[in-house]
Every structure is written in structure tokens, then in C-alpha cells.
């Protein structure tokens, strides 16, 4: 019954060792249910607080390089095994674009990771994953890293 119910995952990557934990439970998550995966990787637009946390110092077209061949990578072990993965790479607010690709590929199930940033930035900025289970128009699962 679960697989009728997601047929297209999509996956919101940004890089981060969080992000590609989210991958990972996405790609397993996908090949259990036969569903279509979209990987989707968003540069973000640098903000004061980020740079000062050691985030967004490259340039766009440097951040879309490395999100391209992190992502290559990270789904070829999907594609070996048969699994059907799409891989994007947008520019702009992460939950904005998010929302916007899960809309547009009619996604049934959005995951992100979670870590934890600093307090102002937090305050400043908000989250991403907490906007997305407030405003995504389906489903968020939220990766959290911390197994122990």
C-alpha cells in the first residue's frame, strides 16, 4: 500500500554531510518503493551569516561544479541497481526552490536533512527544514544525523 502512495521522492541536497545523509535514505527509501528519485541540488544565494560560518565563499559556478559531481556520484550506485534518478541543480532560496521542483515534478514525498546552525543565524535565516514541514505542499520527511 506505501508504494502506491510515493511514487516520485524528491531530495533537496545542498552538499553538506546532512544533505548527502538525506541522499542516502532517499536512494534506499526509492529502490524500496520502486519510485522515481529526484535529486535536487540548490546553491544557495550567500548570506553574511553563512559566509561567517565558513558557508557560500565560492563562487556559483564553483558551488554548482561541486554540487554536480557530488551528486554524480551519489546516485551512481542507485542507477546500478535499477533505480530511476533524476538529478537537478537550481540557484536560489532552498525552500522556495524546493517547493517550486516538487510541484512542478509532482512529488509525493520531499526528504531534507537537518544540522544544526548557529542561534542567530537560525534566528535570522530560520530553517530549512522546519519552513518546508510548515509550508511544503506534501509530505517532508526530515533526515535527522544523530543515530547514537
Not at 20 to 30: F, G, Q, T
Not at 47 to 75: F, I, K, N, P
Request: charged share 25%; aromatic share 4%; net charge negative.
Amino acid at each position: 500500500m506505501i508504494g502506491a502512495i510515493y511514487k516520485t521522492l524528491l531530495v533537496g541536497y545542498d552538499g553538506t554531510s546532512e544533505a548527502e545523509r538525506a541522499v542516502d535514505v532517499a536512494i534506499s527509501l526509492a529502490q524500496s518503493l520502486s519510485a522515481k528519485l529526484i535529486v535536487l541540488g540548490v546553491v544557495a544565494p550567500s548570506s553574511a551569516e553563512s559566509q561567517a560560518e565558513g558557508y557560500g565563499l565560492e563562487t556559483v559556478r564553483q558551488a554548482r561544479a561541486r554540487l554536480e559531481e557530488r551528486l554524480c556520484h551519489a546516485v551512481e550506485a542507485s542507477e546500478k541497481s535499477g533505480g530511476q534518478v533524476v538529478i537537478e541543480i537550481f540557484q536560489g532560496q532552498p525552500e522556495q526552490v524546493i517547493i517550486q521542483r516538487a510541484e512542478e515534478n509532482s512529488a509525493d514525498l520531499v526528504v531534507v536533512g537537518r544540522r544544526d546552525i548557529a542561534q542567530v543565524r537560525h534566528w535570522l535565516e530560520g530553517s530549512t527544514s522546519e519552513s518546508l514541514v510548515r509550508h511544503c505542499p506534501v509530505s517532508v520527511l526530515v533526515v535527522h544525523d544523530d543515530f547514537g
